[in-house]
């Protein structure tokens, strides 16, 4: 992940290459503590000095956005229940970022399959349902 270092008036000061990130956004100042690693060769950086930074994080491609509520995880990783023929299907996926309520996942789904997103607690494979369309958001 390429980093991008500003001044406090947004001016370019070094490139840098993420290293780690907090877990938790700080709520009372909202901002997350993150390190990176530049060689500084202009030494307009000091130890400890706070930054703006501009994560370049790059773009997903061929992944499926789905309700992150249809996600479920397991000991195993993560999995969807899927209709198939009528029947409930498990499917495991790779989960790659999510967002407020959409999950990006790859794996074996296909665009247009039908997905379970509630009712999990009585789900198990191969259970006879009759899939119900939710309205479209």
Known sequence: I???VLDSEKNFIEKATFTYSENSIDLNTRNISIW????????????GMFVD????????????LVPLSS????????????VRQGK???????LLHSY????AI????????DIVIGGFLKLKEGLDVTPMLVEKR
Do not use: C, D, H
């Not at 990176?36 to 130890?47: D, G, H, V």
């Not at 409930?88 to 790779?94: C, D, G, T």
């Not at 074996?108 to 399959?113: Q, W, Y």
């Open 53 to 64: 930074v501009v994560l370049k994080m790059g773009t997903l491609r061929n992944v499926l």
């Open 100 to 103: 407020r309520n959409i999950a």
């Open 36 to 47: 990176a690693e530049a060689q500084n060769k202009r030494e307009l950086l000091w130890p």
């Open 106 to 113: 790859s794996g074996s789904l296909k665009k247009g399959e």
């Open 88 to 94: 409930i299907q498990k499917v495991s996926v790779n």
């Open 71 to 82: 996600v479920q995880n397991s000991y195993s990783g993560y999995f969807i229940f899927l």
């Open 2 to 4: 390429n980093v991008l």
